[in-house]
């Protein structure tokens, strides 16, 4: 049963504008949240991270956002550049293991 | 040099074969992870160790083994593998509960 769920396979922006990746978890118990970026025939990388204790943290352009009652978190990028193409992953965990969402593939039109 | 090297990048074999995936690591990182990556699915959970002497199964580990030689090392095999182990996988570490991980390139295995 996936706890991470990432409902939009896909999703085009374009350039300059917002682009938001929406995550939602079934797992009352998941207490921090993370979110990944991939490129093409790269491993994942880490982008920001987010405490249940916080409801936002903002790191440049990019923003999480944690509602613990809908048990939805939300990836904010501001402004969206073409180099932001690339599948961003949201992961859960209650400490000793990650839970992955399946993926949302953000394409910047220019 | 990668922080985490994983190898082969890709592997193509013959269903009923042995294979063998290796990682290693220069960060120095206790925790050592193998994922599996399939379309629709994300990343899951295969084996996770702790430190050398700790192996702990995840969400799917049947029709897998690991092996953690030494700190920086980790190995996955397919004892006898089958076309729907076909995938991309990912190593990882990471070196406390909350950290976040780092990944290596990936491995595309496909199993005909």
New interface residues.
């Given amino acids: 049963d996936?706890q991470?769920k990432?409902n939009s396979?896909s999703l085009s922006v374009q350039e300059g504008r917002i682009s938001i990746l929406n995550c939602d978890y079934t797992n009352s118990m998941f207490d921090?949240f993370?979110w990944?970026k991939k490129y093409p025939?790269?491993?994942?990388?880490?982008l920001i991270?987010i405490s249940s204790i916080k409801d936002k943290n903002e790191d440049g352009r990019f923003t999480v956002f944690l509602n613990k009652s809908a048990k939805h978190l939300s990836l904010h990028i501001v402004p969206s550049q073409p180099g932001d193409s690339a599948v961003y992953?949201c992961?859960a965990?209650t400490?000793?293991?990650?839970?992955?969402?399946?993926?949302t593939s953000l394409t910047v039109i220019p | 040099d990668a922080d985490?090297t994983q190898t082969p990048r890709n592997r193509i074999t013959k269903t009923g074969k042995r294979i063998m995936l290796e990682c290693s690591q220069t960060k120095g990182h206790d925790r050592m992870?193998w994922?599996r990556q399939d379309p629709?699915?994300?990343?899951?959970?295969i084996y996770?160790s702790f430190d050398v002497k700790d192996i702990n199964k995840?969400e799917i580990s049947d029709g897998y083994s690991v092996s953690r030689q030494a700190q920086a090392k980790f190995s996955l095999s397919l004892e006898s593998a089958i076309p729907n182990q076909t995938a991309l996988y990912?190593c990882?570490t990471s070196d406390f509960?909350?950290g976040?991980?780092?990944?290596?390139?990936?491995t595309r295995l496909t199993v005909v």
């Fill in positions: 996936q991470v990432q396979p921090y993370l990944y025939a790269e491993g994942p990388t880490f991270s992953f992961a965990t400490g000793n293991q990650f839970y992955f969402g399946t993926g | 985490v992870y994922y629709g699915l994300g990343l899951r959970l996770y995840g990912f990882a509960a909350l976040g991980y780092t990944f290596g390139s990936g």
